[in-house]
T-cell receptor
Framework: AQSVAQPEDQVNVAEGNPLTVKCTYS??????LFWYVQYPNRGLQFLLK??????LVKGSYGFEAEFNKSQTSFHLKKPSALVSDSALYFC??????????FGKGTTLSVSS | DSGVTQTPKHLITATGQRVTLRCSPR?????VYWYQQSLDQGLQFLIQ???????AKGNILERFSAQQFPDLHSELNLSSLELGDSALYFC?????????????FGSGTQLSVL
């Protein structure tokens, strides 16, 4: 069965510092990997995805993620955090033909 | 605005009751997904429909059912409600439902079972 883990419930970072939100996955096969963000009282919004090709994927709002097959990870990164990046971040995985499975989410808090 | 509309935004009801949650997908999207978000379980996939037909089923209870109508809107029916059913229910849509497509989420229906 496929699964995705976000080992940190919360990540705290100061504005201007780089941020990393971790994600590891477990699937038998080649996964499709996604990051979504949820702001308070809103639905999830798509940030970026990895299907195939270049391991470094660039997405919305300056975010990027690196696919690492050997470590089965897909960490979300941003070089310089903004206070407005504070939100709940979800990693998700699917195999071809299956529904998208989400991790439990990581709360990112960026302090000014 | 994602283009996905969910109604109602809030629903308060009592145990044992039945409710219906409604979702209108983005214009042109054929696939609709239902997710349940709770503090203890996180975001759980319930069910997916594509062009009126059930495509995938997740952790959906037998007390819950869904359907997608010819105009592509979808309804999630929750019956014999229990306190533990209190959660935020999201609907999402995508163009064809193929893996690899991004999902567009509605703002959710907050269900409170008292």
């Amino acid at each position: 069965a496929q699964s995705v883990a976000q080992p940190e419930d919360q990540v705290n970072v100061a504005e201007g510092n780089p941020l990393t939100v971790k994600c590891t996955y477990s699937v038998s096969g080649n996964p499709y990997l996604f990051w979504y963000v949820q702001y308070p009282n809103r639905g999830l919004q798509f940030l970026l995805k990895y299907i195939t090709g270049d391991n470094l994927v660039k997405g919305s709002y300056g975010f990027e993620a690196e696919f690492n097959k050997s470590q089965t990870s897909f960490h979300l990164k941003k070089p310089s955090a903004l206070v407005s990046d504070s939100a709940l971040y979800f990693c998700a995985v699917t195999l071809g033909g299956t529904a998208l499975i989400f991790g439990k989410g990581t709360t990112l808090s960026v302090s000014s | 605005d994602s283009g996905v509309t969910q109604t109602p935004k809030h629903l308060i009801t009592a145990t044992g009751q039945r409710v219906t949650l409604r979702c209108s997908p983005r214009s042109g999207d054929l696939s609709v997904y239902w997710y349940q978000q709770s503090l203890d379980q996180g975001l759980q996939f319930l069910i997916q429909y594509y062009n009126g037909e059930e495509r995938a089923k997740g952790n959906i209870l037998e007390r819950f059912s869904a359907q997608q109508f010819p105009d592509l809107h979808s309804e999630l029916n929750l019956s014999s409600l229990e306190l533990g059913d209190s959660a935020l229910y999201f609907c999402a849509s995508s163009a064809t439902g193929d893996s690899g497509q991004k999902l567009f989420f509605g703002s959710g229906t907050q269900l409170s079972v008292l």
